[in-house]
Structures are given as C-alpha cells and as structure tokens.
C-alpha cells in the first residue's frame, strides 16, 4: 500500500517545518518525484543515501538551512537534476566529488554561504550549467586563482552565467576574461 501512494507523488514540500536530518533511504519508493523542497528548516546533517532512488528528481530545494559539509557522493545518482539550491546556509568547502553525475544540472545556487575556495574541477562534469550563483560568500584576491582555475575548464558550454559579486574580489578586466574557456560566452557579474 505504502508504495502505491509514494509512487504517484512527483511533488513534496517540507517548508520551514524545523526538521534537523534527513536519514538514508528517506525517499524510497518515491520513484516518480521531481520536486523536493526543504527550504527553511534547521538541517545540518544529509545522509549520503538520503536521495537514492531520486532518478527522475528535476527539482531540489536546500535552501535556508544550516548545512556545513556535504557527503561527496549525496547527489552522484540525480542524474535528472536541473535545479539545486543549497544558497544560505553555512557551506565553507566542497568536495570536487559533490557534483559529479549531475550532467543534467543547469542551475546552481550557492550564495550566501562561507565558501572561501572552490576544488578546481568541481565544475568540470557540469556540462549544461548555464547559471551558477556564487555571491555572498568569503571570497577574496586569495582565493581569485582557485575561482579562474575552476571556470577555465568550462569549455563544453555554449553560454553561462557566474555571479560572484558582494565578494572581497577585485577583478580586471583581464581576470574576467580569463573566467570561462575559450569556446564559451561569460556573462559575469562582479560588482
């Protein structure tokens, strides 16, 4: 019976309900979801197994939360992912695992957070990124070299959008320039 009713569900929302965890194996038989929603909650652990079984899952919202390290392996297996919003919690690294397999990701949000670096081929398997939010976090001259590393190798990608502004970043025109790869349109906002 269980699994009748979780398999006709595409849509959950967890909204601002104080949940702390989600624990492995939470969406099984949830075969059909695309949209998951867990904005505005207190969660500072994920399981890496939290979303095996996610297949089809286009859609997932972590956002508002207090995350501060994820499980390198907790998204390899949403290869239908097209959104992810991990924006306003308290992220300070990534692994360079964390978005690998998500090769139908075109929009990621990781503002508002405490990210001082990213692992230069965290991007690399994005191949259909088209906008990724990096704004609001602990950015600065330090770190601008670890920033051009990991966009440089965006090659494969026709047009993307990186917002990387309220940073202690001071860029040049020749900085900017040297962003994305040579086969690819850059659209930066670095205020």
């Known amino acids: 019976m269980y699994g009748y009713f979780a398999n006709n569900y595409n849509y959950l929302s967890f909204w601002s309900l104080n949940l702390t965890r989600i624990e492995a194996y939470t969406f099984e038989g949830f075969d059909n979801l695309q949209y998951l929603y867990f904005h505005g909650n207190q ?3 994920i399981d890496a197994n939290a979303f095996k079984g996610l297949a089809h899952l286009y859609y997932l919202d972590l956002s508002n939360n207090q995350l501060k390290t994820l499980d390198g392996s907790i998204f ?7 959104y992810l919003d991990l924006s306003s919690n308290s992220l300070d690294y990534l692994s360079c695992d964390l978005f690998k397999g998500l090769s139908s990701l075109q929009n990621l949000y990781l503002q508002n957070n405490q990210l001082t670096t990213l692992e230069e081929y965290i991007i690399f398997n994005l191949t259909l990124l088209k906008k990724i939010y990096l704004n609001s976090n602990k950015f600065d001259d330090e770190s601008k070299s670890g920033l051009i590393n990991s966009f440089s190798i965006i ?3 026709d047009t993307v959008y990186i917002y990387i502004d309220k940073n202690a970043l001071y860029y040049t025109l020749s900085n900017v320039q040297t962003l994305c790869g040579n086969n690819t349109k850059c659209y930066i906002s670095c205020k």
């Open 43 to 45: 969660l500072n652990y």
């Open 76 to 82: 390899s297996n949403l290869t239908s992912l097209y």
């Open 155 to 157: 090659n494969n990608v």
